[in-house]
């Protein structure tokens, strides 16, 4: 896939901050290399005029009392040699009492011999600057010290950067079959990923496309709801207002449940072990709950908005469910099978697939545009996330803490990395195919699977055919005329 599968603002700031660290590392440096200069390289500089005994009592005592204000900077003297001597003398001096400490008792300065010069005098005075060695040395470790601060640090950054721009690639399997779709369901215990197709269910290997079964007679499906623990699947069926009941090894049909209007929606709540369904039911939507082992269903609730979207379990007796209408996610309280709160989920607006992870107890709400992320204690949104339309579901991998948008409008996947419970990364922008709007995460595997038939032309309409219909209230129209399908694409995201 290459380059592809990363997001372009990646490369823009991996450059910009490459940019600004280097010039700001340089400024940065040079300012603490004065702010951790000694005060010795504060002082008023000054030359001592002769470079004997006198000339070294007088460094000794500008070196050792700083309330002189004077900073020693060289000698004047017409002798190079004695400058020489005694300068090296006092500093290595100097340098010995440093690492032994100070003597128990005061020393009496031993008589400086004169060395013979080996060369004739310098008949006039002549300036001998120095900087005491230790001074150097000091200076030089602070800036050595300081520059692999600051390298270490520019790799720290980089290497962040380049471990959030995460590459994925792309598969895709025609399996062909007729039928458009709506939502895919993974089955974790086996890998088997179960496609809606309007008229039945095609059940579909996960790493290879191949097609291992299909449920027919499921009029207007949307979904699968997979109850491993007591071997059944379920499927709602919106032409018939029914939901089957099939058995997992078999894919054989156990039952058809009598639900009621507007089905769609369809999930397992584990820890409560319950199918949980939402229904764009009327006058109000609702939310049903069934026993997977019998069928049965237990529990109606109902809801405030008539396009109850996507459910999630927090497995502490909370389910929360996305209101596409009204752009709230309500909490139902498995106890009662009542609503017991209703949070606004702006900037979102149209939320659709969920997502909920336990160790942050954060909900993540799939939207147009715009997705969130809620705390799931209060209902406060901690975070948003910048993404693409058509948006009618959400993947998230617990393992490797990734989010999944579909982005249907432009044929693609917003993948986000979650850094901590309040902070979400995008780090990739993953091509599908236009139209590919809902998804679905094998935590087993870490694969994502979607799934888009492709349609071909739409024919001309035959010389008597009616007018199209007027735009329905609202001013929208509906779907209108298709193509036949040329292709069923199911799509395969792997790391």
């Known amino acids: 896939m290459g380059l592809a599968g990363r997001s372009r603002a990646v490369f823009v700031l991996d450059a910009l901050l490459l940019v600004v660290f280097v010039g700001g590392s340089r400024l940065l440096f040079r300012g603490l290399v004065e702010w951790l200069r000694p005060g010795f390289e504060r002082r008023r500089r000054v030359r ?46 100097r340098s010995a009492e440093r690492e032994r400490g100070p003597d128990p008792a005061p ?75 709506d939502y895919v369901t993974v089955e974790p215990a086996t890998g088997r990923v179960f496609v809606s197709r309007s008229t039945h269910m095609m059940v579909v290997e996960g790493a290879t496309g191949k097609v291992l079964g299909d449920i027919p007679n499921t009029p207007g499906v949307h979904g699968a709801g997979i109850a491993t623990k007591a ?12 939901v089957t009941m099939f058995d997992l090894k078999t894919l054989g049909v156990l039952k058809q449940i009598k639900v009621g209007p507007g089905l769609d929606g369809i999930m397992y709540d584990e820890s409560d072990d319950k199918i949980i369904l939402t229904n764009h039911s009327r006058p109000i939507g609702t939310l049903t709950a069934i026993d997977p082992q019998s069928g049965d269903i237990v529990a109606t609730v109902e809801l405030e908005d008539t396009a109850p979207e996507g459910a999630a379990a927090d497995g502490k007796g909370h389910i929360f469910v996305n209101n596409e209408g009204k752009n709230t996610i309500q909490v139902i309280d498995v106890k009662t099978w009542k609503a017991t709160a209703s949070w606004p989920l702006a900037p979102c607006e149209g ?55 579909p982005n249907g409008g432009e044929g693609n996947v917003t993948v986000v990395h979650q850094d901590s419970p309040d902070k979400y990364t995008v780090v990739a922008t993953v091509p599908t195919f236009a139209g590919a709007k809902t998804i679905t995460v094998d935590p087993v595997t870490h694969n994502a699977y979607l799934f888009q038939p492709e349609r071909g032309p739409v024919p001309p309409p035959a010389a008597d055919a009616p007018p199209p219909p007027p735009p329905a209230a609202g001013g929208r129209r509906g779907r209108g005329p298709q193509g036949p399908i040329v292709a069923a694409w199911f799509i395969v995201i792997t790391q």
């Open 48 to 93: 001592i005029y002769g470079a004997g005994d006198g000339g070294v009592l007088a460094l000794r005592e500008l070196l050792n009392n700083p309330k002189l204000d004077r900073a020693p900077v060289g000698f004047i003297d017409d002798d190079c040699v004695s400058f020489g001597w005694q300068a090296r003398r006092r500093l290595s001096r």
């Open 107 to 181: 020393r009496i300065p031993d008589p400086a011999p004169r060395i013979p010069d080996p060369a004739p005098r310098i008949p006039h005075p002549t300036s001998f600057l120095f900087r005491p060695a230790e001074r150097i040395v000091t200076l030089t470790m602070t800036k050595r010290v300081l520059a692999s601060l600051a390298l270490l640090c520019a790799i720290a950054i980089l290497q962040a950067d380049i471990a959030h721009a995460q590459t994925f690639k792309v598969q895709k399997f025609d399996i062909k079959g007729d039928g458009g779709t």
């Open 231 to 242: 071997g059944h699947g379920f499927t709602t069926n919106s032409g018939d207002e029914t």
């Open 351 to 405: 939320p659709t697939g969920i997502a909920y992870d336990k160790p942050s107890n954060r909900i993540f709400s799939g939207c147009s545009r715009t997705s969130v992320v809620l705390d799931a204690s209060t209902g406060r949104v901690v975070a948003s996330i910048a993404n693409g339309t058509r948006v009618d579901a959400l993947g998230w991998d617990p393992s490797n803490k990734l989010i999944y948008i």
